[in-house]
T-cell receptor
Framework: TQLLEQSPQFLSIQEGENLTVYCNSSSVFSSLQWYRQEPGEGPVLLVT???GGEVKKLKRLTFQFGDARKDSSLHITAAQPGDTGLYLCAGAPDSNYQLIWGAGTKLIIKP | KAGVTQTPRYLIKTRGQQVTLSCSPISGHRSVSWYQQTPGQGLQFLFEYFSETQRNKGNFPGRFSGRQFSNSRSEMNVSTLELGDSALYLC????????????FGQGTRLTVV
């Protein structure tokens, strides 16, 4: 069974601090997506990474796909209260296209 | 361009009843997937439909079923509701089969009492 493990499960930090969230697997993925979900809403796609070693930036968010395409990280610089939410990673295995989902990292940024 | 629309947003049902949830995908999208989300289990895949055919199915009992219509709109049905079925049910649409980027609706919050 292919799994995506996210860490930490929960993170509460002060506004202005930096943080990194991880998404790890022993399986190879052809692509990996990061989503953010706010309470009572559906997840919203932030980014898709497809090439090993790829780095994508979205304002203060930096996403990296591991060289072996088995893991990914999300780094937030100078976190703001608006970054609060559940961050989910989802990977598309090489063998088929059905997404495998991580359990999520619940992030709270305190003003 | 309108997003994915799920109706109703909230629903309260009694144990033993059945419920039907609706999802209208983004215009032009032909693939619809359904997920159950609970605090303890995270996002669990229910099933995926493409061109009115179920393509993949998750590990859920037969009480959970779905269908897709020729206009790509989809419905899911849960029969003989149990308390444990209380969850946020999310629908996601994709342009084509095999397109892994999913666009989600706001979900239907189902509470079984």
């Amino acid at each position: 069974t292919q799994l995506l493990e996210q860490s930490p499960q929960f993170l509460s930090i002060q506004e202005g601090e930096n943080l990194t969230v991880y998404c790890n697997s022993s399986s190879v993925f052809s692509s990996l997506q990061w989503y953010r979900q706010e309470p009572g809403e559906g997840p919203v796609l932030l980014v898709t990474v497809v090439t090993g070693g790829e780095v994508k930036k979205l304002k203060r968010l930096t996403f990296q796909f591991g060289d072996a395409r088995k893991d990914s990280s999300l780094h937030i610089t100078a976190a703001q209260p608006g970054d609060t939410g559940l961050y989910l990673c989802a990977g598309a295995p090489d063998s088929n296209y059905q997404l495998i989902w991580g359990a999520g990292t619940k992030l709270i940024i305190k003003p | 361009k309108a997003g994915v629309t799920q109706t109703p947003r909230y629903l309260i049902k009694t144990r033993g009843q059945q419920v039907t949830l609706s999802c209208s995908p983004i215009s032009g999208h032909r693939s619809v997937s359904w997920y159950q989300q609970t605090p303890g289990q995270g996002l669990q895949f229910l099933f995926e439909y493409f061109s009115e055919t179920q393509r993949n199915k998750g590990n859920f009992p037969g009480r959970f079923s779905g269908r897709q219509f020729s206009n790509s709109r989809s419905e899911m049905n849960v029969s003989t509701l149990e308390l444990g079925d209380s969850a946020l049910y999310l629908c996601a649409s994709s342009f084509v089969k095999g397109d892994t980027e999913a666009f989600f609706g706001q979900g239907t919050r189902l509470t079984v009492v």
